[in-house]
Structures are given as structure tokens and as C-alpha cells.
């Protein structure tokens, strides 16, 4: 090998590896920079901590935390046992207010509704339930049907809409969220409603036949319904046709023409009195008016 490319060789081998080292440096020095010495400590979960979860000693560990302490972050363990989690905690991630029950509430079902909100159970079967896909986390509507009192004509049974985009609280007892959304045979779902709603739910579900109605998570918009009797199932006009939106029709009455005025007649004035005069040979003849002619 020629003594010249070997020397050339090893000078590029040589100013290549320095490059290396000087960008590695700079590289691990911009890096240490920016993590900065660990900021304090944050109470970590051990391990996943579920919805539902009453938190032990044993669940959670402390440890040091780079960077600015996450919002919430809780930093004592004495604060977090003996609370329920409301919110799923990942092995290692720090445990934040937000995803805790309050004090004292406790954990199970009860620690995950949220102030003003109750829990209503409704009982199904394999078609109310529809098939067991009422999982939790799901949303659903209300349907009811059944013969309304004091109804007008004989229209028999009506169904209709009642509450919609019902959140499912619990399936039997299942409070976990399905990711792949497998059905589960229940005989009773938990929903989350309003004191109100509790009020509708309670009823229709003594009075009257339900059926839960399986909808989109991201479709928030209600659905206006004006419900479907037993008797336009079997007319012959389409059942529960929308209303067409569009100018509002006046009717008039039809414009009447007045009768026309009467034709006043004009009398005839009556023909001159023509007078004749003679003086010896020749005549003159003088027109007279009839008033003329009396006076």
C-alpha cells in the first residue's frame, strides 16, 4: 500500500473521530441543560391503579421527578390512602388530584359520580341490553313505550324518546371501560343522570316497556323526535315524517269587486215649442222653451 494514501487515510480516521467526540459532548451538555437537576419529589403509582381502585401504602412509591412537578402532582402518601381512584393511574405516572375521590368518599361506583349527578339502575335482557354491548363508558337513549293516558283517539301504543346520550356508569357488575368493547351479558346497567332525569328514568321503567337505543360517544347533538303510534305503523301516510321547514303561508280571502255604481240617466230635455208668425206675405218662425212657452 502506498505510504502517502495510508497517511491520508489514518489523518481522515483521526479528524473524524474528534468531530464525533466534540458533537457528543455538546449533544449530552444542551441535554443535561435542559432536564436540570430533579425539580422534587411526586408520590408515583407502584403499580395500575383502576377506576374504582381504594388506594393502599402498597400502591403507591416516591420518587424524584425531573422538571417542573406536574399540576396536581400530590407529594405525600399519607394524602392518597384511603382514597378511591376515579380515573385509571398507569404504573409510574404521577398521582394527580384530578384522578382522585374526595376524601372520605370511599371508592367503588359511588366515588366516580360527579357532584349533582346520580346513579339510576335499570333492569334489562339480552334485547333492552342490546345483546350486552351496554358497556360502560358507552352512550345510549331511552326509548319507552307504552299507551299514554287520557290519549286522543285510538291510536294505540305510542313509543318515544325520553333522555338521550345516557352515559353507562356500570354493566352487572362491571365499572371498568372496555377498550375493545366486547359484550357482556348483564340483567342490570347503571346510568349517569340528573335528579331529574333519575325522576323519568325511575318511572318509565316501573310504568312502561324501555329499550336502550346504542349511539356514537362523539355525537352530542339531540335528535328531535315527535314519537310513533301503533296506528300510523299500519296507515297509509309515512310514519313520523320531519316537518319541511319554509315560509309560512298566508291564505287570503279572494278580493271582491264592488258592484258598480248605478247609471244615473239623464231625462231628455223636451223638444223647443216652434211658433210661427205671419205678417201679411211672410213668415218667421220663433223657437220657444217649454218653461217659456207658460210663462
Known amino acids: 500500500m502506498n505510504k502517502r494514501f495510508a497517511s491520508v487515510l489514518l489523518f481522515a480516521f483521526i479528524v473524524a473521530g474528534g468531530a464525533s467526540l466534540v458533537l457528543y459532548r455538546l449533544i449530552s451538555s444542551r441535554i443535561a441543560a435542559n432536564a436540570g437537576p430533579p425539580s422534587g419529589q411526586v408520590v408515583l403509582a407502584g403499580r395500575t391503579l383502576e377506576l374504582g381502585t381504594l388506594i393502599r401504602d402498597s400502591d403507591l412509591k416516591v420518587g424524584e421527578w425531573s422538571g417542573s412537578v406536574p399540576r396536581g402532582a400530590v407529594t405525600k402518601k399519607e394524602d392518597l390512602i384511603g382514597r378511591g381512584v376515579i380515573a385509571a393511574i398507569y404504573e409510574g405516572e404521577p398521582v394527580l388530584e384530578s384522578r382522585l375521590a374526595a376524601k372520605g368518599a370511599g371508592a367503588g361506583l359511588a366515588a366516580t359520580i360527579p357532584p349533582g349527578m346520580r346513579a339510576v339502575a335499570v333492569r334489562v335482557n339480552e334485547v333492552v341490553g342490546l345483546a350486552g354491548f351496554v358497556v360502560p363508558g358507552m352512550r345510549v337513549d331511552v326509548l319507552i313505550s307504552g299507551n299514554p293516558p287520557n290519549a286522543r283517539g285510538n291510536q294505540g301504543t305510542l313509543t318515544r324518546t ?14 371498568q371501560k372496555d377498550a375493545e368493547g366486547k359484550p357482556v351479558s348483564v340483567q342490570v346497567v347503571n346510568m349517569l343522570v340528573t335528579p331529574e332525569q333519575a325522576e323519568v328514568l325511575s318511572l318509565a321503567s316501573n310504568e312502561t316497556r324501555i329499550q336502550l337505543v346504542l349511539r356514537n360517544p362523539l355525537d352530542n347533538e339531540p335528535s328531535k323526535t315527535k314519537g310513533t303510534a ?46 210661427e208668425i205671419i205678417h201679411g206675405s211672410r213668415r218667421a218662425a220663433t223657437n220657444f222653451a217649454e218653461g217659456e212657452v207658460k210663462n
Do not use: W
Open 162 to 175: 325520553v333522555l338521550q346520550n345516557i352515559e353507562v356508569l356500570s354493566a352487572g357488575q362491571n365499572i
Open 230 to 275: 301503533m296506528a300510523a305503523l299500519f296507515s297509509n301516510q309515512p310514519v313520523n315524517m320531519p316537518q319541511i321547514e319554509g315560509p309560512v303561508k298566508h291564505h287570503f280571502r279572494p278580493k271582491v269587486e264592488p258592484p258598480p255604481a248605478p247609471e244615473v240617466v239623464k231625462e231628455k230635455a223636451p223638444p223647443p215649442v216652434t211658433v
